[in-house]
């Protein structure tokens, strides 16, 4: 017998071979072992620097009662859960945050993941059966997309924000499957703008369709009470009965976990058939408590909220004056469009060596040839630091 020690290491060679496609691309990533302050910046290599990188829109993860709430829930519950939700995992603080954010949203019940990509990996594939037909956005969330994928339904992607497009290919299929689902993310964590959900729920309702909505980058932030694009819902739509609706705890929360609210059946169901759900250790009751408060305060504050929206209209507005390209956006999540992969990497290590933190995407995060800087505005930034910034910024592009 051959002794393994003396074979070669060829067999891995197709590794390098797939390592060396994507670096030869300019799309290999890296990690940056980073370490956090009290005022929202970072620490990186021990030099300090403006964090326009964080989903922390609200600031809540320094906010003295949500860390309070989470060191309570430490000493009551210890780390973790232990367990899955349905064997010993659940806990009364729980169930009280799936009521708080079915009341909240105004939604039947609620279900917690232990993560948002679980959120809409099992919600998707739990609902969606092999014979229905689901028509996704097109610049929808990876999480979504693998759900998608995972029910092994037949899958259709419509042009982004095309709602023609999008009753076209329905009349098209119309007949041929069990159910239609139409799914979309309701701001759009890359370009920053909003999907035209009220002509999506009008499109659902003539085509006997359901609707799911991924609220992650809007909770909390957008919307008259903050949660979200469907707060521009009328009441007496009696939208809820067709919506599932997606959110995390992760982003304005300041937390960890998903969420999903929907009618009661609907959410019995998820419970059942989510493998995500099912298999995975539930959510830390740590977590569930941070989250629990920061519940509390957006209901009872707007103000974080509105000086968010606020200072991402400024920055925007300066952008746009300075000439670049910021796409579609709308929102606290601004993309400065570049297109060319190298070019946008240049100029986002010339902001770092300036000390800000912007991230560079590149495909396969985005489309081909429009790579960007990805700015995301907080309760952390004030207008000295957005000014400070815009005029670092006209440095380094001066120089590239």
Known sequence: MENPESQSAD?????????????????????????????????YRKKKLVNFASSDYLAFSKHPAVIHSARKALHSYGVGAGASPLVSGYTQIHRALEREIAQWEGFDDALVFSSGFGANLGTISALVHPKDLILSDALNHASIIDGCRLSR???????HKDCDHLQDLILR???????????TDTLFSMDGDHAPIEKLFQITLKNDAMLILDEAHATGVTGVDARGLTDTFPAELGWKSR????????????????????????????????????????LSPVCVAAARTAIKLINKDNSLRAYVNSLSAYLRSKLLDM????????????PVIFRDAEKTMRISKSLLEQGYLVPPIRPPSVP????????????????????DFLLKLKLVLSQN
């Not at 960007?372 to 207008?383: D, G, K, Q, Y």
């Open 323 to 334: 000439g670049l390209d910021i796409g579609p956006s709308e929102s606290h999540i601004i």
């Open 153 to 159: 339904a037949t899958l259709r992607f419509y042009k």
């Open 368 to 387: 081909e040839n429009s790579s960007r800087l990805r700015i995301s505005i907080t309760a952390f930034h004030s207008h000295d630091l957005v000014n």
């Open 243 to 282: 919506v599932v609706k997606l959110g995390t705890l992760s982003k304005a929360l300041a937390s960890q976990g998903g969420f999903v609210c929907a009618n009661k059946k609907i959410i019995a169901l998820i419970k059942n058939k989510a493998r995500s759900y099912i298999f995975s250790t539930a």
């Open 11 to 43: 067999h891995l060679d197709w590794v390098q071979h797939e390592l060396d496609i994507i670096t030869n691309a300019g799309l290999k990533r890296f990690r940056k072992a980073l370490n956090f302050c009290p005022d929202g910046s970072i620490v």
């Open 173 to 183: 299929a119309k007949g041929n499957f069990r159910k239609l689902w139409i799914i």
